[in-house]
């Protein structure tokens, strides 16, 4: 059999999800036993020109990671979208927006107000921006430009696959491997992880259902066997997708969401919303006095809490400017 | 905005809010033909995303209806979950640039055919006052 041709590309990220790869280890020496990897900026010289030069459908799969931020990001997912039989959006930036993505709260001009002139380390008196086109003595330079909106990668070109987590989890990534060398790939538009909430994956023990005050990451030794949320800590497992064994629980922390929406679950932070509302001051409704403005506004910034990894993908998507 | 009339989606629950609107209808009395009702069991059916897809596409304002506090609700609390649902749905709602007054939740028993129709009213004017949906019904555009 010939080998494949993968390619690695990150667009708005972090640079985590290409450590993600990197952390596979030895794994990887399967992956070039059956791959060759032909573009993959992190590690190899591999120019955008050369990526244009292949025929198209060169690429077997591509691994996109991050999210589109800029016409470059935005050039490149089409790029590699046309030289690639099967795209995969590879962590949460690419999939859903992800931390990137809570720029949507603002736009451009905010972000670049905040950036460039406001920032206490920066010193800019002749308020300079970046300007594209821009000449200088041996030509016109072409920046990126920079959008308004955080994209995610399908709703900026199609894409086959999603692999979810910030950044994914190597066990999935593994088993993401393994399916596509073998040719066993899932029905087009997969998310490649399990189809069950972080809750179903957690060790620890539930049963009391409801929830009276909240508490922030450092308000609180947590105990160490039962459910974080219903000791009032704000948990996202029960609106997040499975698939990292619950690490965050694992190490007393909890989970913030990374994994995305659960199976047919249009928006995360919707989800999550309505699962708290259900279980907090279930006690404290029948009792006089009962002040559900007071009970709700425990929780400080909804749309960082709930939204944190998916406001691009949601609903709605972004913030709604001022004209 | 001149001429403007906005549309508002109704969610109210079978027991009572809908038996409200219904009694309204019955009796005849008047209020503005801008709503457009869908009946839910309960208010504590009603699920965010209802409202957040109504938003999405065009909505100008959503009414959500049900059964008076503390215990008319005929599943014993779905009014209390729809009540705090809706308080963080309005929050999320600001910081996302939408007026938190376009959602709107109301307690109307199924005898109360005129408050129904006062609270459709009411909703219309203000609608009026805030103008169109600012998400319109466009997708976000790349720039
Ligand atoms: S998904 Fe997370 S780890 Fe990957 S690029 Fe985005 S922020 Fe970084
Ligand atoms: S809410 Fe969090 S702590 Fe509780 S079971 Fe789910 S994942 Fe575990
Ligand atoms: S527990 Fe939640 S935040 Fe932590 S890795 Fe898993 S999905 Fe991500
Ligand atoms: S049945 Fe009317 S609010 Fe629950």
Redesign the interface.
């Known amino acids: 059999m010939s080998k494949l041709n993968f390619a690695f590309y990150w667009a708005a990220s972090c640079g985590g999800c290409e450590i993600a790869i990197l952390d596979i280890n030895e794994k990887i020496l399967d992956v070039v036993a059956k791959a060759d990897i032909v573009f993959w900026p992190v590690a190899m010289d591999v120019k955008y020109k050369d990526v244009e030069a292949m025929p198209d459908k060169k690429i077997d799969v591509c691994f996109f990671n991050g999210s589109i931020r800029n016409s470059e990001n935005?050039q490149m997912a089409k790029l590699l979208r046309r030289k690639s039989k099967v795209l995969v959006a590879f962590g949460s930036c690419a999939h859903e927006g992800c931390i990137p993505g809570l720029a949507n709260?603002h736009d451009r001009k905010e972000i670049f107000e905040r950036v460039y002139h406001e920032t206490p380390s920066t010193k800019n008196p002749n308020r300079d921006e970046p300007i594209t086109p821009f000449e200088v003595r041996e030509g016109t330079i072409h920046k990126p430009i920079f959008?308004?909106?955080v994209?995610t990668l399908d709703?900026t070109v199609d894409v086959d696959y999603y692999l979810p987590g910030c950044p994914p989890p190597v066990d999935l990534i593994v088993k993401a491997l393994e399916l596509i060398t073998k040719g066993e790939v899932p029905p087009k538009g997969s998310v490649l992880a399990p189809e069950k909430s972080v809750c179903d994956e957690c060790p620890r023990t539930k049963d009391q259902k409801k929830i009276s005050k909240i508490f922030r990451v450092y308000e609180k030794e947590p105990e160490p066997e039962t459910c974080l949320l219903e000791q009032g800590i704000l948990c996202m497992g029960p609106a997040t997708r499975a698939g990292c064994s619950a690490q965050c629980l694992q190490v007393d922390y909890p989970c913030t969401g990374c994994g995305g929406p659960c199976p047919n679950e249009?928006?995360q932070?919707?989800?999550m919303?309505?699962a708290?509302?259900?279980i907090?001051?279930?006690d404290e409704?029948?009792e006089e006095g009962y002040d559900?403005?007071e009970?709700?506004s425990q929780?400080k910034?909804?749309?960082g809490t709930?939204?944190k990894y998916s406001l691009p993908h949601?609903?709605?998507?972004?913030?709604?400017?001022?004209k | 905005m001149a001429g403007f009339e906005p549309t508002i989606v109704g969610f109210l629950c079978n027991w009572c809010a809908y038996a409200g609107a219904d009694l309204a209808g019955t009796s005849r009395i008047q209020y503005p033909p801008n709503i457009r009702i869908i009946r839910v069991m309960c208010s504590g059916r009603v699920?965010?995303?209802f409202i957040?897809?109504a938003?999405?596409n065009g909505a100008d304002g959503v009414l959500v209806a049900g059964c008076h506090l503390?215990s008319d609700c005929h599943y014993l609390?779905g009014n209390?979950?729809a009540?705090?649902?809706i308080?963080?749905?309005k929050?999320?709602l600001s910081?996302?640039?939408?007026e938190p007054e376009r959602l709107r939740l109301e307690w109307i028993s199924a005898s109360e055919g005129d408050k129904f129709a006062a609270v459709v009213k009411d909703m219309v004017v203000k609608l009026r006052k805030l103008g169109p949906n600012?998400?319109g019904n466009g997708e976000?555009?790349?720039?």
């Open positions: 935005e709260l959008f308004n909106t994209k709703q249009p928006d932070g919707a989800a919303l309505s708290l509302a259900s907090l001051g279930v409704e029948m559900p403005e009970m709700m929780i910034d909804p749309v709930f939204y949601s609903i709605i998507k972004r913030k709604v400017m001022k | 699920d965010p995303i957040l897809e938003l999405r503390p609390s209390f979950k009540q705090k649902r308080i963080l749905l929050k999320v910081q996302l640039g939408i600012p998400l976000i555009s790349n720039e």
